[in-house]
């Protein structure tokens, strides 16, 4: 396994292998010089159907004689290459859990501003859920 995602391009563009960049939309790496001196070299395009990528854990999938490139991507990119590969009814359950991630980021900060406002810590506890310890340790943070 590598640390990498990869761009590779596929002869058959209707295998069902990796990801196409144009289909994540707005990856860093395909303004890059050495991503656009890539394609050149290859005769590709960032669009082409033949072009595809992969997250670090799945290229080891990529087929043996390939034309490849390692490409950096940011967390945020990985976790939208990822989503895309999955399966749909997998990738709604994957938009609840992010949305659930997105909602609960701010947890400690609103406990902490509903503690100061002086809603008792029992009382956050039965509203929100959150376990008695975690309201008391959000109230010190």
């Known amino acids: 396994m590598t640390d990498d995602a ?3 391009l596929l002869e058959d563009p209707s295998a069902p292998l990796g990801v196409t960049p144009a289909a994540v939309d ?3 790496c395909m303004e890059t010089p050495a991503v656009r001196a890539w394609l050149d070299a290859q005769g590709s395009t960032p669009t082409s ?7 670090p854990e799945e290229t080891a999938a990529i087929p043996e004689g390939a034309e490849r490139l390692p490409v950096p991507l ?4 990985l976790s939208r290459v990822r989503h895309r590969l999955v399966p749909e009814p997998l990738a709604q359950v994957e938009e609840e859990l992010l949305a659930y991630r997105d909602s ?4 400690d900060g609103l406990i902490g501003r509903a503690l100061a406002a002086g809603v008792p810590p029992h ?3 039965e509203l929100t859920g959150v376990d008695p ?3 008391t340790q959000a109230a010190g943070g």
């Open 49 to 55: 159907p033949h072009l595809r990528l992969l997250p």
């Open 123 to 125: 009382r956050v506890v």
């Open 133 to 135: 310890a975690e309201v």
């Open 104 to 107: 609960a980021e701010g947890r």
């Open 6 to 8: 990869y761009l590779f």
């Open 74 to 77: 940011s967390d945020e990119e």
């Open 26 to 28: 707005d990856l860093a």
